[in-house]
């Protein structure tokens, strides 16, 4: 049995926000050895046992694999009467980011065969938090349902699927108990990485709901984050794999006849499982590149993803969540697209007019970016053999007059390009070649393969930069931002994990760090925990500070200086407990 599935291991947690023992010392780690956790972490998606354990199912499990079989089905039957039907995909951070990019992948795909488009995503926070986190919305169950309620408006046939990887999120449970109780136009489905004694009451109603067939939940166990919480990472692929598995299912049946099977989707999973193992085979090279990108941030550079079509927004999507899982500036990695807002299609529309968090086009890059870029800055391209390669041929050679730092992570499908030409173009290119045997020419295929790889590949990146200047304890998210209810019960239970502290010394802490003052009043320790977000919202390192506090029984000045002085929290917080 794995150690995290022992039930006397962190009982008090749920899997997603269990400490992960493979990573346990990551922050200690080299880059190489960082790859090496990462992949066995990965590799814990495609488990194919719970090891006799009754209380998880994994991905391959047989009732999870039944009800992919189900989902597509009713996927299928959509497809086949797209008159008056809808599928809407929701979810709140990196699960709504997934729902969009499938969205808007398959829209395209439907609308390149001249059939009609039914595929809606909802992202909570709305597009704004495509590119930018906004967490509050996600503990807004009436919103969630208000606007799920507006998608639906006329439809007749509508396949809800909500994405909460930790079963967690209000806004998605306010969606699913909308569903509920509309249950004659909706069936909702519900993907998460919890069992459902774990989650919120909703999850159970629905496992009730199950077995009548009006409503699925697909909660396989996956195993706990290799940064605690971080379910960008597992929870993110995991949910692409299983909604890919299951939309591809539901088209090949509507539109080749292509039966759905039992076997069929093991088979499509297990390929999956290939673009694992074909990824993680870069392993010396992918952490040359993360200590590229951990020297740019160490002096104060900065890493840029250059993507082409929706490797672009792989690039963004990673980008984007650094800023609350790290505590980083948003400056330090930034993803960027060709064709900026037209390549995204999202449903607002082009967003730059927002401000510098919303400039996401090659072209900005250049204009922008590119007359400061240095060599303590990475650039990454992230690119196909279906790409123009004479364009990104022509934007390498323009980022090489300031940078030599240029690499590339790029998919080779056919094996008809020419290798040795793109090579010469940067310092080092991370090569993924996939054999045709895995994706049989299927154009939607290939792109689903080299988008999960590439995640796979900057997840690595990002977090192995982070972790190497010092931005996580052990594997915990110890700068992350405290800005919804999630969240906060995170930073408590980091505070008591590594301070052995009571539950309500390390709030009393928490809340001193977020409004900046030594002693509370009592309004502000009654006052909800919306009111303390919003507040965290507007600080910075609010879990180091009160962390520092606890250890030193210091002043919030005194933490301070320590912080400033270690720029590796592990070591402020040595270094305040040696003057104890
Ligand atoms: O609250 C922020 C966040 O943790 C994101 O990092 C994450 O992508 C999002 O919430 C969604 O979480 P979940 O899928 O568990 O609802």
Redesign the pocket.
């Known amino acids: 049995m794995q150690h995290w599935q022992q039930p006397s291991y962190e009982p008090y947690l749920p899997v ?1 926000e269990k400490s992960n023992p493979i990573t346990r010392d990551i922050d200690r780690a080299n880059p190489e050895e960082i790859v090496q956790m990462l992949q066995k972490c990965d590799a814990e998606i495609f488990e194919r046992t719970s090891h006799g354990n009754p209380m998880y199912q994994t991905l391959c499990s047989s009732s999870v694999v039944q009800t992919i079989v189900e989902v597509s089905k009713r996927v299928e039957v959509i497809l086949k009467d797209p008159e008056d039907s809808l599928i809407v995909l929701s ?5 709504g980011r997934i729902a969009f990019l499938l969205a808007t992948s398959l829209n395209r795909w439907l609308a390149s065969h001249h059939q009609k488009q039914i595929y809606s995503y909802i992202i909570a926070g709305g597009d704004k938090a495509l590119l930018t ?1 906004q ?1 509050s919305p ?1 503990d807004d169950p009436f919103l969630g349902a208000l606007t799920l309620d507006k998608a639906c408006v006329g439809k007749k046939h509508v396949l809800f699927i909500g ?7 209000p806004f ?1 449970a306010g969606q699913l108990d909308f569903c509920l109780r509309n249950l004659k136009i909706i069936t909702p489905v519900l993907i ?1 990485f919890n069992p459902v004694d774990m989650a919120r009451e909703i999850a159970e109603r629905m496992n009730e709901l199950q077995k009548q067939k009006k409503a699925y939940v697909l909660n396989p166990a996956v195993g706990p984050e290799a940064i605690s ?4 990472m597992k ?2 692929s995991a949910t692409k794999v299983i909604l890919e598995t299951i939309l591809l299912a539901g088209h090949e049946a509507a539109c080749n006849n292509k039966a759905i099977t039992f076997n069929g989707i093991l088979h499509s999973l297990n390929k999956f499982e290939k673009v694992h193992q074909i990824t993680y085979s870069h392993t010396k090279e992918l952490a040359a590149l993360v200590e590229k990108a951990a020297v740019s941030l160490r002096r104060k550079g900065h890493v840029y993803y250059l993507g082409w079509q929706t490797l672009g927004i792989i690039g963004i999507i990673d980008a984007s ?1 650094c800023i ?2 790290f505590g980083a500036g948003f400056e330090d990695i930034r993803g960027f697209v060709s064709n900026g807002f037209s390549e995204m299609n999202n449903k607002e529309g082009d967003l730059s007019s927002l401000g510098p968090h919303f400039i996401i086009d090659h072209k900005d890059f250049v204009h922008t970016i590119l007359p400061n870029l240095s060599d303590n800055d990475t650039v990454i391209f992230l690119y196909s053999e279906n790409d123009d390669l004479n364009e990104v041929s022509a934007l390498a050679k323009s980022v090489r007059q300031h940078t030599s730092n240029l690499h590339a992570i790029a998919h080779e499908l056919t094996g008809l390009s020419d290798p040795d030409r793109m090579r010469s173009q940067f310092m080092a290119v991370l090569t993924i070649k996939w054999p045709s045997s895995l994706h049989k020419y299927n154009p939607v295929l290939m792109k689903q393969h080299c988008e999960l790889s590439t995640k796979w590949c900057l997840n690595a990146i990002s977090t192995g930069a982070h972790v190497l200047t010092g931005k996580v304890y052990m594997n915990y998210m110890i700068d992350l931002r405290v ?2 209810s ?2 906060y019960r995170r930073a408590i239970h980091i505070l008591k994990r590594f301070t052995g502290s009571t539950q309500a010394y390390c709030e009393t802490a928490l809340l001193r760090a977020i409004y900046g003052i030594e002693e509370l009043s009592d309004g502000m320790s009654s006052t909800n925990v919306t009111q303390h977000t919003l507040v965290a919202n507007e600080r910075g390192s609010v879990v180091p500070i009160a962390l520092v506090m606890l250890q030193s029984r210091g002043t919030i000045a005194e933490a301070k200086s320590y912080l400033d002085a270690y720029s590796v929290i592990r070591d402020a917080v040595a270094a305040c407990q040696r003057l104890l």
């Open positions: 997603t979810g709140c951070g990196t699960s986190s967490e996600e994405i909460s990887c930790g079963l967690s999120a998605v998460g919480g971080s379910s960008r929870g993110g969540e609350p899982t800005t919804n999630k969240l």
